[in-house]
């Protein structure tokens, strides 16, 4: 079921929608196939990966007007079985039209892996983010590209030291 939440369009506060989708996504990179089209070889997605893209469109909500600029994507997948990678690529694509204009507007992903054998599904949340300075790296929870020591959050009591390449309980 769909809950969608976005701001007036008057606002300068960032849009979001959350939703879930029912079944269980395919690997973009494992659902390929291989056919000839006008006698040239051509790899096109696999009759699995068309109806889980057709599935996921009846499903997803339309925006309208689309999420803008750069986007923050988080998915947590629930697999019917433990055989299946993580990968949302065919997610992306499928949203394209629907959320967003391009999924290469996704610049953050948080990517979750769960099973859940009797209800297979993906529970999504999209937000609008700014990125204040795209030349830098993002500081990962404390541990900074520089090679210092820094605490690692107020309730773990570790300390990173990054000459030693450990993280140390203190």
């Not at 009759?47 to 925006?63: G, I, K, N, S």
């Not at 892996?113 to 500081?139: F, G, M, Y």
Request: proline share 6%; charged share 30%; hydrophobic share 30%.
């Amino acid at each position: 079921m769909a809950s969608i939440v976005v701001q007036s369009l008057q606002s300068k506060a960032p849009r979001s929608v959350s939703f879930e989708i029912q079944g269980q996504p395919y690997s973009k990179s494992n659902s390929r196939k291989l056919v000839t089209i006008g006698g040239k070889p051509r790899f096109i997605k696999s009759a699995p990966a068309r109806r889980y893209v057709t599935d996921f469109q009846a499903q997803c909500p339309r925006l309208d007007p689309f999420l803008e600029g750069d986007l923050a994507i988080w998915i947590t997948v629930f697999y019917g079985s433990r055989r299946p990678d993580l990968d949302c690529s065919l997610l992306f694509d499928a949203a394209q039209g629907y959320l967003y204009k391009n999924d290469r507007q996704i610049k953050e992903q948080h990517l979750y892996w769960r099973l859940d054998r009797e209800n297979p599904r993906s529970e999504i949340v999209i937000k609008e983010i700014e990125i204040k300075n795209p030349h830098q790296s993002p500081d990962w929870q404390g541990f900074d590209q520089r090679g210092t020591d820094r605490e690692v959050g107020d309730q773990t009591n570790l300390k990173v030291d990054y000459s030693q390449n450990q993280i140390k309980r203190h």
